[in-house]
């Protein structure tokens, strides 16, 4: 949930357009989420205490044609497995997923107090099919082009302008003690329109 965009940030970013531009707009790392798979492929998030995101608790995306050389930045054979999300409600996330649809062969089974960022146009079942997922069409496209709601949605909240303004579609809330651990947010917030 660190906003490192805000101009009061102790932190700095990899700066604006960290991922390169589309549009010439540059497109910001997101904010607000726990685990992001970025054009990641056979990699296992399993066994996670995933809790107090904003936004997303966990992110799987492709690149999308953007600055994707080849198409070789494909969200892939990606699993979700057994990860206890939310800390049983007491620390929700945003929502515990999102998959832009992109990619294939990405599942999610086992893991606790599941939410789903629905899409409206695609089925939870083929964004988030559980494990083994079975091949597209069933369950992503197979190419770097998602969901068009999905990456709508992607889009929007990368291409914030100005960035620290992803903010501004958080779902926040105050967290429980945890370990002795305290939030460290920077204030003040980004100025969301109204």
Wanted: glycine residues 18%; hydrophobic residues 25%; proline residues 10%.
């Amino acid at each position: 949930n660190f906003n490192y965009y805000l101009p009061n940030s102790p932190v700095g970013s990899v700066g604006t357009g960290g991922l390169g531009k589309l549009g010439g707009i540059p497109i910001n790392y997101p904010t607000g989420v726990g685990v992001v798979l970025y054009g990641t492929d056979n990699v296992v998030v399993k066994d996670n205490e995933i809790f107090g995101n904003f936004k997303w608790g966990t992110g799987a995306f492709s690149d999308g044609g953007i600055v994707n050389d080849g198409d070789d930045a494909l969200s892939k054979d990606n699993m979700f497995v057994n990860n206890k999300m939310g800390r049983g409600g007491s620390d929700s996330n945003g929502f515990d997923f999102f998959s832009d649809g992109s990619g294939s062969g990405n599942c999610y089974s086992g893991n606790s107090t599941s939410t789903f960022d629905p899409s409206g146009t695609a089925t939870d079942a083929f964004l988030y099919p559980p494990c083994p997922a079975p091949p597209p069409p069933a369950s992503g496209t197979g190419t770097s082009t998602g969901d068009g709601t999905q990456f709508g949605e992607l889009v929007g909240y990368v291409l914030s302008d100005p960035p620290e303004t992803q903010q501004c579609s958080w779902a926040e809330h105050g967290h429980p003690p945890y370990k002795g651990y305290e939030p460290f947010e920077v204030s003040p917030g980004p100025s969301c329109p109204g």
